[in-house]
């Protein structure tokens, strides 16, 4: 009797949660879906397996101005030293550390990933819409005034990327972004 080869297995699937606006400009989950890894080097793309070569998810694309890559620049120190919430000419990459509770409702002039790292966190929009966000999932987040809260009993820890985006119009109607406490605002950059 001859053993049958055992069938490759699927990649798992990455959840991707986007926030975006209504019409009149009121903050929405616009898109909350599983996508599915796909082997970007075999022929029509196939959803990728535990032996493919490699397994791409694309979570999010969009058109920059470049950043210059400047090889004399020393690598920046920000090692417990203060930095506005987001740079309003580029990007920001950080990881934070959420103690149990509720966070703090803002909104900032960017497009925001953000990927639980460990336990699970509570992406919760002006209008009262609350998601709940597992470990390794992303949230593509659009300039929405939203919170972070912590659900559990223990600390989570997320990583964010911040891209600064223009001003958002619905109309004649601008969203500002929200006041930030000192310390996120860049006001203690000084000190």
Known sequence: MSQEEPKPTPCPPF???VTGH?????????????LTPYDPLSENFPPATTESPIGF???WQMNLSSFPINADEPCP????????????????ARIVNFPPGP????????VDFGIVLNGEMELELDNGVKTLVRQHDLVVQRGTI??????GPEPARMMFVLVASKPLKFGDKVLEPSPLPPGLDGSALGK
């Not at 209504?22 to 599983?34: H, N, R, V, Y």
């Not at 966070?103 to 960017?110: A, D, E, K, Q």
């Open 103 to 110: 966070g703090m409702m803002h909104r900032t002039l960017t």
């Open 146 to 151: 939203h919170a972070w809260n912590n659900p």
């Open 22 to 34: 209504s019409p009149t400009g009121e903050a929405i989950i616009e898109s909350d879906q599983q």
């Open 77 to 92: 120190d920000f090692n417990n030293k203060p930095v506005p919430l987001a740079n309003p000419d580029g990007l920001t």
């Open 57 to 59: 998810t694309t979570l």
């Open 15 to 17: 959840r991707r949660i």
